[in-house]
């Protein structure tokens, strides 16, 4: 990567290799390469002035159980030659349009998702997780796969697919959910604690979820993909106190963002 050039990742714009997040620009991490000619780059978000550690005992993090594209609803046409609206279940201005779609009457023509759950942002994200806590000798991670979040966020969406298309995609969740934790344990060598906050308060939203752990958590590290610096902001701005963050740059372009390389990784969850 030029440091000279503005590059994009995300929310985040990176110059001279330092990334600033356009939600906030106060929110800002200067980056250094871990692993050559890999474009994995990460660096410390924190709120006071104070030099890294070169050890951490407990962390907290989480990945995306789906990247953007691993769950994807496909509106009808609106017309010959105009192929219909697509519409991430994992990005929620996709998703607030999407309800607001279908509420108009228009229907979803497919309901594609992954077959296999460890995508390339999957095991970019594990595989750098699993080098951090080598290097500070991390000893207990409580880790974050949202199966349950997801599964809330599906349910606003279920009265407009039919009843096979429901039960899969909740068993595909539930599975997925279950091998994620499986890679999750072979690949990171720490004590693995896994976090289901909705479980323990089913009055929590998604939102209140995943901001739980920085709220209730007793860490001295979080460690986090760039653009899910949103949590932990969310957390300070609803008063908790933050360990430093471990920002990471999983690549370019960023992994979350990119397509299954062979359709037949994808299921039409409609068909059947």
Known sequence: ????????????????????????????????????????????????????????????????????????????????GNPG??????????????????????????????????????????????????????????YSVPVDEYAAMFREFECFLPRHCVEQVHHRLRRHGARLEERIREAIPACIEFLHPMRQDPSLSPEESYVWPYRHLSVDLGIEEMEDVRIPYEAMKSGATLPPILLGMLGLPNPYYVRRANPEELDDLLVG
Request: aromatic share 10%; with cysteine.
């Open 1 to 80: 990567m030029n440091p000279t050039r503005a590059v994009k990742y995300g929310t985040f714009t990176i110059v001279d290799n330092v990334g600033s997040w356009t939600v906030d620009g106060k929110v800002r991490v200067v980056l250094a390469g871990t692993k050559p000619d890999s474009g994995r780059r990460e660096g410390f978000w924190t709120l006071c002035r104070r030099e890294p550690k070169r050890e951490y005992h407990a962390a907290v993090g989480g990945l995306c159980l789906w990247s953007k594209y691993d769950c994807v609803f496909c509106l009808e046409p609106r017309g010959r």
């Open 85 to 142: 609206a697509e519409r991430s279940l994992s990005n929620p201005r996709d998703r607030t349009d999407l309800l607001a779609r279908l509420a108009r009457g228009q229907r979803v023509d497919r309901l594609v998702a992954a077959r296999d759950p460890l995508g390339p942002y999957q095991e970019k994200m594990i595989d750098w997780q699993a080098d951090v806590v080598r290097r500070y000798g991390i000893q207990t991670f409580y």
